[in-house]
């Protein structure tokens, strides 16, 4: 029985290649690449002389029951993508679905991955982290996966985008989360990485000024929780739930819940947090 190696490769700078990496790509039987154009310069740079097949998203489901067969025959295959880890907004998941379900062993060689490294530069609470990919295009889809990422409770939500659209996505965000906080990166690893981080507002105004905001595609982490501190200062959280109780002569449990319903901003730990402070003042 072969093994599959799933093998990230750099997302920029050639200096991220693993030792590792290198020799299981010269030691294997031959190189699945997302685009053997674009895998020919890695393998030319580091001298790595080995067959490559073209494995990709358009012929991924015809060639992975051949590709199984060959692994149980005992050849070893190594899985790249165009720049990054296999599987993540790239093709490999058929094949590495097909060869867990075979009992073929699966190795992973970690190294480059957009998110991590955006996540790990960004400044945010990486504390939990959903990870989008790339929005679908059409538009009932789209506003649906947007609706969740709005309600999510997760911290921080990664988004990949290209520059053709990446002021639409801004907007978008922007119009459901006003006053989120995102960090945008474009180009990581390379000699012009550029990150734009802040309330979404102020980055959207700070990259129309970048005239290279069109090159190179984009990682959007969003972050639509408010900091206690952050909130505006004349005006409390229990202010807000007492409002509410006012206005819609209700109970404070209602009020909690029209509290949050209209500032997806701020989290439910927030304003549990002052609904417990509101009963205590209540008490006196």
């Known amino acids: 029985m072969g093994i599959l190696y799933v093998v990230a490769t750099p997302i920029g700078n050639l200096g991220d290649m693993s030792s590792r990496a290198i020799e299981t790509l010269k030691e294997v039987d031959f190189i699945l ?10 393998l030319n740079h580091f001298n790595i002389k080995n067959k490559m097949v073209s494995y990709h998203k358009y012929n ?22 165009d720049a990054g880890t296999p599987c993540i907004s790239d093709p490999g998941y058929v ?23 955006a996540l790990s530069i960004s400044g945010l609470d990486t504390s939990s ?19 969740d990422i709005k309600s999510s409770n997760i911290s921080v939500k990664v988004i990949y985008e290209s520059p053709k659209r990446i002021f639409k996505l801004l907007d978008e965000l922007k119009n459901e989360m006003p006053g989120c906080k995102v960090c945008v990166l474009t180009e990581l690893t390379k000699m012009h990485e550029k990150c734009f981080y802040g309330k979404i507002d102020e980055v959207i105004e700070k990259l129309g000024k970048d005239d290279s905001a069109n090159k190179g595609e984009y990682v959007v982490l969003l972050s639509n929780e408010v900091k206690k501190e952050e909130i505006d200062n004349d ?13 819609n002569d209700c109970s404070v449990k209602e009020a909690i819940l029209h509290v949050k ?20 003042l209540l008490k006196k």
């Not at 690449?33 to 890695?42: G, S």
């Not at 590495?96 to 480059?112: H, Q, W």
């Not at 982290?129 to 609706?147: D, I, M, T, V, W």
């Not at 319903?261 to 205590?280: Q, R």
Request: charged share 30%; net charge negative.
């Open 33 to 42: 690449a997302e685009d053997t154009r674009q895998t020919i310069k890695l």
């Open 129 to 147: 982290f959903s990870f989008y990919g790339f929005l679908p295009l059409e538009k009932k889809s789209r506003k649906e996966l947007l609706n």
């Open 95 to 117: 094949l590495v679905n097909k060869a867990r379900e075979n009992n073929i062993e699966v190795i992973g060689l970690p190294g480059c991955s957009a998110v991590i490294d």
């Open 261 to 280: 319903n209209n500032n997806n901003e701020i989290s439910k730990k927030m304003i549990y947090d002052a609904s417990l402070n509101l009963k205590e």
């Open 60 to 81: 991924e489901a015809k060639t992975s029951d051949s590709l199984i067969e060959k692994l149980q025959s005992g050849i070893n295959v190594a899985l790249v993508s």
């Open 235 to 247: 005006i409390s959280l229990e202010a807000l739930i007492v409002d509410e109780m006012i206005k």
